[in-house]
């Protein structure tokens, strides 16, 4: 009887072991078959971005005149009245001014909801055109809150005003003497070639007629702010 018994248990041990081996080969087999998975790359993977596009600030160009440190020769719009005049010491006291520009490619990228900076001021562009002439208006120019930018050549633009003449803007003010030899330039008329006067007669002018502008004053300038002042040119031109 005992033997009969351990005749069956070792027939089930080895019916056991079989199975178990069946089981890892099948096993085993079924995991070669499956595919291996492509791993997740930066190239097969797509972002989805729904930011909104970046908008342009454009600002001007870098000032080129410093009147604490003139260059030995510069020629500068100006403008200054009667009283500026000192008669007895031969000197003249000035504000010199500039107008901003502007880089024509930046210029020609602006949009709708772009900004524009002048004189230091944001102004947003809620509206801007273009016409065949170079001119630019922005936000309905002046006369609704805007600008108007012109060019007058294929490198930059600058800020006009009513009469489409330059929109100046002061650096500040200096007093400088007057050359013995300087000249005082008028176009008395547009387009007609300049008259000249000395310097006496430049101190003769009457008070009345002792105003200038920028629009159409230029002063040179020699030996830099330690220089004078060796012409004063009247020019009708914007």
Known sequence: ????????????????????????????????????TT????????????TAP?????SPLPQTIDINNLPEECTL??????????AEENTLSVKVYDYELFDMVDISMLTEGDTIVLSGE??????????????????????????????????????VGMSDVKTYRELGEIVLPLSPDMVYSVEEDYG???????????????EERFS???HYTKIQVENGANGCITKIEIRWVP
């Open 39 to 50: 791993p997740v790359t930066e190239e097969t993977t797509t972002v989805l971005s729904d």
């Open 54 to 58: 970046e908008t342009l600030r454009v």
């Open 122 to 159: 944001d102004m947003k562009i809620n509206s801007i055109e273009r016409n065949d002439m170079g001119l630019i208006t922005i936000n309905g120019g002046l006369e609704e809150g805007g600008t108007c930018l012109r060019t007058d050549d294929n490198t930059v633009y600058f800020e």
């Open 212 to 214: 200038y502008h920028p």
């Open 77 to 86: 719009f100006a403008s200054f009245e009667y009283g500026d005049l000192n």
């Open 192 to 206: 007609e070639e300049p008259v000249l006067y000395s310097l006496e007669e430049f101190k003769n002018i009457p």
């Open 1 to 36: 009887m005992k033997k009969i018994l351990l005749i069956s248990l070792m027939a089930s041990l080895l019916s056991l072991s079989m199975t178990g081996c069946i089981a890892r080969e099948v096993t085993q087999d079924v995991m070669t078959e499956i595919p291996e």
